[in-house]
């Protein structure tokens, strides 16, 4: 992995140098067949093996117990910060609290990744039982206070990410599905179909949503549910934003497993302040799409019971 690693990094300076067009073009394709070297390296996606009924892991986030045995992102070391309060709870005595300290850059384009990261994982990998088998129906409320600027055209935009999911193993997640909202207001499945890319079966906007009812409730409960299935030929993910679809797209990259999971304070590097609190937290594998339905319904009910819309 060291070897693979520092062969890339001297194909990156090497072409940095380079002028003529036709070499310039060689080192580009020995790094792209790098990079898939070191990818494939790092990259652990298999097969669920259990065989057992369906599992659920839940939080309410009333105790670091909870996760114990897996990994907790450290938020001073990203200029952020979390831990359990009670002063914003959908559930049970507390919640999970994470805010940003201070902006890590003046903008997104910084040659080095600094995002803002203050979060718990869940590690199916790490239990007796091992990853989960999708499809799996995730749900979780969120309160999040945040402004999210439209950078000028050729820089990138500011981003808050809420929940991202891996069928990958290893500690790289190379491989990734994520929520994400964006200056538009609406929440958006990323990395779909592939990795890197943002193509969609339905995405919410301010076209198909003149109204903009779709738009992400700041400063409010709001309840997230997303469907991943990271089946190898048929992958597929759906979202739903208090119980209202808002993003669909395919999935490719998976062998059939969900391993590890985080929610909480992910977003880029420009942000000044963002405060969020996540509660409520539920995992559970599912047969089919049709099983999460009733679910769904039930999320409409409750929040209209409790004058949450």
């Given at each position: 992995m060291i070897e693979l690693c520092s062969l890339?990094?001297?194909r990156i300076f090497i072409v940095c140098l380079l002028s003529n067009n036709t070499m310039m073009q060689i080192f580009k394709l020995q790094l792209y067949l790098s990079l898939l070297l070191v990818v494939a390296a790092c990259t652990d996606i298999n097969k669920p093996s259990f065989k057992g009924p369906n599992r659920t892991f839940e939080s309410s986030f009333e105790s670091l117990d909870d996760f114990k045995g897996f990994y907790v992102e450290s938020g001073p070391s990203f200029d952020s910060n979390q831990q359990l309060v009670s002063d914003s709870v959908m559930d049970g005595m507390f919640s999970h609290k994470a805010w940003i300290l201070k902006s890590r850059a003046v903008n997104n384009d910084g040659l080095i990744?600094?995002?803002?990261?203050?979060?718990?994982?869940?590690?199916?990998?790490?239990?007796?039982?091992?990853?989960?088998?999708?499809?799996?129906l995730l749900t979780l409320w969120v309160n999040l206070d945040v402004t999210l600027k439209q950078r000028p055209k050729g820089s990138i935009s500011d981003w808050f990410?809420?929940?991202?999911?891996?069928?990958?193993?290893s500690d790289n997640w190379t491989r990734t599905v994520?929520?994400?909202?964006?200056?538009?207001?609406?929440?958006?499945?990323?990395?779909?179909?592939?990795?890197g890319e943002q193509k969609w079966i339905y995405q919410a906007d301010s076209i198909n949503n003149p109204s903009k009812s779709l738009q992400f409730k700041m400063k409010s409960w709001n309840r997230i549910d997303v469907l991943i299935d990271f089946d190898a030929q048929n992958g597929y993910a759906k979202l739903w934003q208090n119980g209202q679809l808002v993003s669909s797209a395919k999935v490719n990259g998976g062998n059939g497993g969900l391993a590890q999971v985080h929610c909480g304070l992910y977003a880029c590097a420009a942000l000044e302040y963002a405060v969020i609190y996540n509660d409520k937290l539920r995992i559970m594998e599912i047969n089919s799409e049709s099983e999460a339905l009733p679910f769904l319904a039930k999320s409409l009910r409750y929040m209209n019971r409790i004058n949450l819309f």
């Open positions: 890339l990094n001297i990744y600094l995002p803002h990261r203050a979060y718990p994982t869940i590690q199916f990998q790490k239990t007796k039982d091992g990853i989960f088998r999708t499809p799996c990410s809420l929940i991202t999911l891996t069928p990958d193993q994520v929520v994400n909202l964006t200056p538009d207001g609406y929440l958006k499945l990323v990395h779909v179909p592939n990795q």
